[in-house]
């Protein structure tokens, strides 16, 4: 499978500035997702990734507060804009094959706003 | 409304026994499903699938069962081990999309 690098890591931030995190596949993968884990939450689609054009965002998410850049096939960033407390979560790159294979992860980013 | 459902969300299990985690689902249009493991500080990994055209799937001491008429699917881990200490989360998607549901985790505890 894919070996997917998510930077950074951590981070704690103020409320009101952005973040940007970086997600780079060691291959090309077709379909990029990311994900939001929300703590004691599950893990919820935030948008699918697009090589070359706007992000599909899922119902709640839009792309004023989750700006998100796919320039090629290994690399993503999805930035988190303006944020605040409630955006305290862990943030998860994702990528597949085709349909009815597996997701494979990146380690996440475990974000705190303060 | 919560697609699918992780009912327990901690179980304790003694190391050799086995560990059955349980997951209920309530889209009748879901035909793949999927089981992660996740390790603080690690994104989730992917352990076991089962396609609903089969009721069983075996990979060495994880085996998945699904129920299609009961919309339940479980994992079995046998024998357990101390390792095996995560959250477990299953998932579920449809023929035709590219889309997961995750359920909300199991969080299982090995102990030796």
């Known amino acids: 499978s894919a070996v997917i690098s998510q930077k950074p890591s951590r981070d704690i931030c103020q409320r009101g500035t952005s973040l940007t995190i970086q997600c780079q596949v060691d291959?090309?993968?077709?379909?990029m997702f990311w994900y939001r884990q929300q703590p004691g939450q599950s893990l919820t689609l935030i948008a699918t990734?697009?090589?070359?054009?706007?992000?599909?965002?899922e119902s709640g998410f839009v792309i004023d507060k989750f700006p998100i850049s796919r320039p090629n096939l290994t690399f993503s960033t999805l930035t988190v804009s303006n944020m605040s407390p409630e955006d305290s979560s862990i943030y998860l790159c994702?990528?597949?094959?085709?349909?009815?294979?597996?997701?494979?992860f990146g380690n996440g980013t475990r974000l705190t706003v303060t | 409304d919560q697609q699918v459902k992780q009912n327990s969300p901690s179980l304790s299990v003694q190391e050799g026994r086995i560990s059955i985690l349980n997951c209920d689902y309530t889209?009748?249009?879901?035909?793949?499903f999927l089981w992660y493991k996740k390790y603080p500080a690690e994104g989730p990994t992917f352990l076991i699938s089962?396609?609903?055209?089969?009721d069983k799937n075996e990979d060495g001491r994880f085996t998945v069962f699904l129920n299609k008429s009961a919309k339940h699917l479980s994992l079995h881990i046998v024998p357990s081990q101390p390792g095996d200490s995560a959250v477990y989360f299953c998932?579920?998607?449809?023929?035709?999309?590219?889309?997961?549901?995750f359920g909300t985790g199991t969080r299982l505890k090995v102990l030796a």
């Open positions: 994702s990528v597949r094959g085709n349909y009815n294979s597996p997701l494979h």
């Open positions: 291959s090309q993968v077709t379909m």
């Open positions: 990734a697009n090589q070359g054009s706007e992000a599909t965002y």
């Open positions: 889209n009748s249009m879901f035909d793949y």
């Open positions: 089962i396609s609903s055209i089969k």
């Open positions: 998932a579920a998607s449809d023929l035709g999309t590219y889309k997961y549901i």
